[in-house]
């Protein structure tokens, strides 16, 4: 019983010392809505752009705002003539042990593991998602459907014909909001296009065959390759930040504990490709 009495406590104090801890971060670091669109109007981010978002709430403790209430933001930032995406895998870790795992992708059941902000968005009315086993992405705007559709004919999960390959298409930009760079899904995408280039091959040799049931219940088949996992657990884009700051190619700002970064997709990908032909990586 005192055992018990004890374990309660700790969970009290926490709690309150959480509590307390937010409003101090509110009353002394907050920020609110307008605050925001300045930050991302620094960051270049416009009307009309393709932009995909990695986003941790963990980061936005002085917002005043929920995340419904960043989600409205960023929508009313790009308009209705451009297009907001988030990455929605079904796994956190390593895309192999997804498959493994044996389970069906269902795109409408199946959550996010991105965050709270990405989870939240792909339920969101007026937003669609892609249909992968391991990377699916959720959209929404104007190029919502051209840059989500086919995703699960796709041979690799984030190669050509796939949501964050067609960022190129439409200069898209990624977005970073209380995560670092590390987490950039469509660095993939650049991965497969200077593959001939790289010291190793990012792809598993083994072939997968996966399965997803889009929203009328029909189960669709995938046959790809998996990125493989010894190099995944060697990649380390924090190598490449240096590089994209001389080029001016690195747009980071900051609302008081908010950390945020832009990096438009057509500059990562020259970058890298620079990189890769003087024989520099971002792996260790």
């Known amino acids: 019983m005192s055992q018990r009495l004890s374990i309660l406590m700790k969970q009290?104090?926490?709690?309150?010392y959480q509590?307390?801890?937010?409003?101090?971060?509110?009353?002394?670091?907050?920020?609110?809505?307008?605050?925001?669109?300045?930050?991302?109007?620094?960051?270049?981010?416009r009307p009309?752009?393709?932009?995909?978002?990695?986003?941790?709430?963990?980061?936005?403790?002085?917002?005043?705002g929920t995340p419904r209430d960043l989600m409205g933001i960023l929508q009313?930032?790009?308009g209705s003539h451009g297009t907001l995406l988030m990455p929605t895998l079904p796994f956190t870790g390593l895309a192999r042990d997804w498959a493994e795992s044996g389970q069906v992708f269902d795109i409408r059941?199946?959550?996010?593991?991105?965050?709270?902000?990405?989870?939240?968005?792909?339920?969101?009315?007026?937003?669609?998602?892609?249909?992968?086993?391991?990377?699916s992405v959720a959209a929404w705007?104007?190029?919502a459907e051209v840059i989500t559709q086919d995703h699960h004919l796709c041979r690799t999960p984030c190669g050509a014909g796939s949501p964050y390959a067609r960022m190129l298409e439409h200069n898209g930009i990624n977005l970073l909001l209380g995560v670092d760079i590390r987490a950039l899904t469509f660095f993939h995408a650049i991965e497969e296009i200077i593959r001939p280039i790289l010291p190793h091959d990012p792809f598993t040799k083994e072939t997968w065959c996966l399965h997803s049931r889009d929203s009328d219940g029909k189960l669709w088949p995938t046959t790809t390759h998996l990125f493989d996992?010894?190099?995944?657990?060697?990649?380390?884009?924090r190598l490449i930040v240096p590089d994209l700051v001389h080029r001016g190619y690195y747009k980071k700002s900051r609302l008081h504990r908010l950390e945020a970064i832009a990096i438009g997709c057509q500059d990562l990908l020259e970058t890298l490709r620079a990189l890769a032909e003087d024989g520099r990586y971002c792996y260790r």
């Open 76 to 78: 009313e930032v790009v």
């Open 141 to 143: 705007g104007a190029l």
């Open 229 to 237: 996992p010894n190099l995944s657990r060697r990649r380390d884009l």
């Open 48 to 64: 009309g752009a393709v932009v995909m978002v990695h986003c941790s709430w963990d980061g936005f403790a002085g917002f005043t």
């Open 109 to 135: 059941r199946t959550p996010s593991q991105m965050g709270l902000v990405s989870e939240l968005f792909r339920r969101s009315r007026g937003v669609v998602r892609s249909l992968h086993p391991t990377h």
């Open 19 to 45: 509590r307390l801890r937010l409003q101090a971060i509110r009353r002394f670091q907050g920020f609110d809505a307008n605050d925001l669109v300045a930050l991302l109007g620094r960051l270049g981010i």
């Open 12 to 16: 009290r104090l926490k709690s309150s």
